[in-house]
């Protein structure tokens, strides 16, 4: 009986393929909806893949809505996708922003169509139940990104965006 031999290499591959094929429902979904009109459109521009089965995109700078959308944000993490905004303060800080990005990537790998759900249940059980913490800048997600990117972690409320008091980030 012959036994076939897989390099670690190759089983990160397979276990990848997996992931991805697990998590394909909501990658249609978000290229179909979301990524194809906006390069369709001359919104985003294709960059690069930085990583196994993702893409980058950069947001493009125009007077546009899209652009005006993005405001200060740095970066956006879809099923295999990487948006960044590479103009002003974000391009200092560009290469953590796309390790924190592609922390999400592997994170909506490993989850597949449960990553949405999961993330939006940890924030509405931290404004909940834990009302010290930041429905956002506390949420397991974003601390294992910014982790993994080198950025501060622990948010102290002084620096919470949007005010001390106000600990719902999505509205």
Same mark, same amino acid.
């Not at 194809?36 to 993702?54: D, S």
């Not at 970066?75 to 303060?89: E, F, H, K, M």
């Not at 796309?98 to 999961?118: C, D, K, M, N, S």
């Given at each position: ?84 905004? &590479? ?15 592609? &922390? ?5 790998? &490993? ?61």
């Amino acid at each position: 009986m012959k036994y076939i031999m897989l390099s670690k290499s190759r089983i990160t591959f397979l276990i990848r393929i997996i992931q991805f094929i697990y998590s394909l429902p909501v990658f249609i979904l978000v290229w179909s909806f979301y990524i194809i009109p906006l390069w369709l459109l001359g919104k985003i521009k294709y960059v690069k893949n930085p990583a196994f089965l993702t893409a980058e995109f950069h947001v493009v700078k125009s007077d546009g809505w899209y652009y005006r959308l993005w405001r200060d944000w740095c970066g956006w993490a879809g099923p295999s996708v990487i948006i960044l905004r &590479t103009d002003g303060r974000c391009k200092k800080i560009e290469i953590k922003i796309r390790i924190h990005e592609l &922390t999400h990537v592997i994170q909506q790998f &490993t989850w597949g169509p449960l990553f949405y759900p999961a993330y939006f249940l940890a924030s509405v059980f931290i404004w909940i139940f834990l009302k010290e913490k930041h429905s956002y800048y506390d949420n397991p997600f974003e601390r294992q990104a910014r982790r993994l990117a080198g950025q501060v972690v622990d948010i102290p409320k002084e620096r919470w965006r949007d005010g001390e008091n106000d600990r719902w980030i999505w509205w």
